[in-house]
């Protein structure tokens, strides 16, 4: 096992994409952006994040398979001037994945500053496939953003912008070889969901979806995006050398419930609802020995069937807002630090599905997991959506359901699921869960009546019963008592955990007749 070692830098800089114009942004090792980390499945990730921002921060690597104390989500803070060392093992597939802050409520404004690069895993099955795999030779990482400036040349932080950026550059193009290409593509945008396609009609071929490849390529003239997602197409430009042709966004074509669409109550963009230029492609002299045919087979990512799910749960979006604001909930719910919304079990797999009340289209992200999209309103999705997956596009009115394994352990730190607008994600359109170890030898069942405050916790936790406690324990993950106290009869108790480990703990209650048990997670 080898380490594939990394050091971030989040800070604050000054970039001019126009000629003369400064801005300011903020990057992670760089002006505008970061760096693409190449990991190898396999090997241990070892990445050091330095916040040297005047505001807190985190780092999400997003569609990693890591456990909770790794994920980097809003309850792992980098205050400025510290450090954070992520390490984990390596077990995702081969795929495009990539990452990004999640400080709660300061999600957005640190994205759209820049700070997100990509994260690129290899392996040894992807390998042997016939595919382009030369970085910035035949295979070439597309973030694709919009972004509003103001007279003064910095960014307004909007919902949606006027300009778009590829990689950071405004009016781009690239240089491509006359030969079968690979395009890692990225929707890093705040809110605006892309309808891609090629100004000449010409197919492409998606090889891979969020997290893994596909078995076969999947030949499209329209590929939506939304945010978060990404995608890996194939662009066969055999024999074009000397060829022009634009990438475009066909927001014209998207239906009203959409962001990007044409809805005029929303907020505006002079791109809303109309075609646009994303990228314009110069077809060059191809290279040497160029691949130059599309494969007909890939590969099969192992994902669960949906006839090994213990559960089906229900998501039900609702609420009414605009792109960029809104009180979006999930079941009910809005986002509580100190609430934890789902326990499951390890290795256990769940069907999901993911229901939209709501007034307009939501890209919903679960951590921790890649999920396999089994139908949309009961019909199979399109066939470049059905390789595994951890960000998925749910239309108003529309149903969809997911299947995933829950394979990592949260040891005390949360797995979020939200939506990837990212200003609804910082409005509190979030929920999280936990991942326990059902081989331990407490029991997970749940006291129906009981109630605790707060969880997470840092400190002291109150448990509230609906009837007489004679005694209150505390057990760790392993089983062993490290509180007990006496409940003296009462419906309340408030114990301390200030000095214990991070982690999951189990609290029992025992009553003259009657018993029950919570779970608390300390921080």
């Known amino acids: 096992m080898e380490l594939d070692t990394f050091d971030l830098v989040a800070d604050e800089h000054v970039h001019q994409f126009y000629p003369g114009i400064n801005t300011s942004t903020y990057g992670a090792s760089a002006e505008y952006l970061g760096p693409t980390l190449i990991l190898h499945r396999g090997d241990t990730a070892r990445i050091r994040i330095h916040n040297e921002l005047a505001e807190m921060t985190s780092m999400h690597w997003h569609g990693m398979h890591v456990p909770g104390e790794m994920d980097g989500g809003p309850q792992r803070i980098i205050d400025p001037g510290e450090s954070w060392m992520a390490e984990f093992p390596v077990k995702n597939p081969a795929a495009t994945y990539w990452y990004h802050p999640h400080p709660h409520e300061l999600t957005a404004e640190q994205a759209n500053f820049g ?72 929707n890093g945008s705040n809110a605006r969901i892309y309808a891609l396609g090629l100004d000449n009609g010409q197919h492409m071929h998606v090889i891979a979806g969020d997290a893994g490849l596909l078995p076969a390529p999947a030949a499209t003239d329209r590929l939506w995006l939304s945010n978060g997602e990404r995608a890996e197409v194939l662009l066969d430009l055999t024999g074009m050398e000397g060829d022009s ?30 075609a646009f230029q994303v ?77 939209n009340n709501s007034n307009m289209a939501h890209p919903m992200h679960i951590h921790g997991v890649s999920f396999t999209v089994l139908e949309r309103n009961g ?36 797995f979020m699921y939200h939506c990837h607008n990212l200003l609804h994600e910082d409005n509190m359109m979030m929920l999280q869960y936990i991942v326990q170890d059902p081989t331990l030898e407490v029991p997970e069942s749940e006291s129906s009546g009981a109630r605790s405050f707060p969880n997470p916790t840092i400190g002291p936790v109150m448990v509230r019963s609906l009837f007489p406690l004679i005694s209150v324990e505390v057990l760790d993950a392993l089983g062993r008592v490290v509180l007990k106290q006496s409940g003296n009869g009462n419906h309340q108790a408030i114990f301390d955990l200030s000095d214990a480990s991070t982690g999951v703990y189990f609290v029992r209650l025992q009553g003259a007749m009657e018993s029950g048990q919570l779970t608390v997670v300390k921080e």
């Open 379 to 414: 019909v199979p999705p399109l066939a470049w959506e059905q390789g595994p997956k951890d960000v998925v596009l749910v239309d108003r009115f529309e149903t969809v359901k997911l299947v995933m394994r829950f394979g990592e352990i949260t040891d005390g730190w949360p």
């Open 115 to 186: 700070i997100a690069g990509f994260i690129i895993v290899r392996d040894q099955e992807e390998e042997q496939l016939p595919l382009p795999r030369s970085y910035g030779v035949d295979d070439f990482p597309v973030v694709i953003q919009d972004r509003k400036f103001l007279a003064n040349g910095d960014f307004a932080f909007y919902p949606f912008g006027d300009s778009v950026l590829v990689n950071g550059t405004p009016n781009p193009f690239l240089e491509l070889p006359a030969q079968v290409v690979r395009l890692r593509l990225l």
């Open 279 to 355: 990228l314009r492609i110069r077809v060059t002299t191809p290279t040497v020995n160029p691949i130059t045919a599309i494969p007909s087979g890939l590969l099969t990512v192992p994902m669960p069937a949906e006839s090994e799910s213990i559960r089906t749960r229900t998501k039900t979006i609702t609420g009414m807002g605009m792109v960029g604001m809104g009180m979006f909930m999930i079941n009910g719910s809005m986002f509580d630090m100190d609430v934890v919304n789902d326990t499951m079990q390890l290795n256990t797999v769940e069907a999901w599905n993911i229901v």
């Open 245 to 274: 042709l634009l990438l475009m966004s066909y927001g014209n074509e998207l239906p009203n419930t959409v962001p990007g669409s044409g809805n005029m109550l929303w907020e505006s963009s002079l791109l809303n609802g109309v």
